[in-house]
């Protein structure tokens, strides 16, 4: 198994940032990549952003692209996201997510945190 503890969110203003952290542990070896989704209330969980294992290759959604960044530390085994400029519908729970190398789809999940933007 793999343990994915999430952290960093919190409250800020529009405009402001905000640096999310994503602790792996456990069965690491099997990860093939590392995703960012996020969920507002009374919508659907949607996808941010991605790294592989590596680190060599990240995706980002339209909505986030050059405002966030996501990186890793393979040393620590840690995903972040860095998230700019953010806006009030950037608001949801943040959740991070693995993605086995056997498996097309994010198998792993943390327990989520939160990004409140003020306006």
């Known amino acids: 198994q793999v343990q994915l503890v999430e952290s960093g969110g919190g409250l800020v203003q529009a405009g402001g940032s905000l640096r999310l952290s994503c602790a792996a542990s456990?069965?690491?070896?099997?990860?093939?990549?590392m995703g960012w989704f996020r969920q507002a209330p009374g919508k659907e969980r949607e996808f941010v952003s991605s790294?592989?294992?590596?680190?060599?290759?990240?995706l980002y959604a339209d909505s986030v692209k050059g405002r966030f960044t996501i990186s890793k530390d393979n040393a620590k085994n840690t995903v972040y996201l860095q998230m700019n400029s953010l806006k009030p519908e950037d608001t949801a729970v943040y959740y991070c997510?693995?993605?086995?190398?056997?498996?097309?789809?994010?198998?792993?999940w943390g327990q989520g945190t939160q990004v409140t933007v003020s306006s």
């Open positions: 790294i592989s294992w590596s680190g060599g290759s990240t």
């Open positions: 456990g069965r690491t070896f099997s990860v093939y990549r």
């Open positions: 997510a693995g993605r086995p190398t056997t498996d097309s789809s994010y198998k792993h």
